[in-house]
C-alpha cells in the first residue's frame, strides 16, 4: 500500500505533535523531509494497546495508531516486524522519512 504525499505528511505531523506532547518539546510542522524529529513512524492498522513499548532495539511512543521511535541499530524492515509483533499489522512504515516498500511492508506484516 502506498500514501498519498498528504497522508504520509500527516502522518507525520502527527508524529512530530504527539512527540513534542510525550516530551514536552515545542515544534512546528516540518516538510517530510525534516531530519529532526522521530527517525521512525508507524502506523497501525488498530490503536496501540500500550502508549509505550520496546519493539526491535528501540522505545516506541505511540498514540492512538501511530507510533514513533528514536533510532535503532537493527534494519528498518526488522525494527517493523518486531513491531508488528508487540502491535499486530503495520500500515504504513517510515524510516528517516523514507517509506518502507510494499513488498517490505508485506514482509513486515508477515505476508
Known amino acids: 500500500m502506498t500514501l498519498s504525499r498528504t497522508n504520509r505528511l500527516s502522518i507525520f505531523v502527527a508524529a512530530l505533535a504527539y512527540t513534542a506532547a ?19 513512524i508507524a502506523k497501525l492498522a488498530q490503536p496501540a494497546s500500550d502508549e509505550r513499548a520496546v519493539a526491535g532495539g528501540v522505545a516506541w ?11 535503532g541499530t537493527s534494519r528498518p524492515i526488522n525494527v517493523c516486524r518486531d513491531l508488528n509483533r508487540e502491535f499486530g499489522e503495520i500500515t504504513a512504515f517510515t524510516a528517516r522519512g523514507k517509506e518502507l516498500e510494499a513488498d517490505k511492508l ?5 505476508n
Not at 510525550?22 to 521512525?40: I, R
Not at 511512543?61 to 533510532?71: F, P, R, T
Open 106 to 110: 508485506a514482509k513486515c506484516n508477515g
Open 22 to 40: 510525550v516530551f514536552g518539546v515545542a515544534t512546528a510542522p516540518a516538510p517530510l523531509e525534516a531530519k529532526d524529529g522521530p527517525y521512525y
Open 61 to 71: 511512543a505511540c498514540k492512538n495508531d501511530i507510533c514513533v521511535a528514536n533510532k
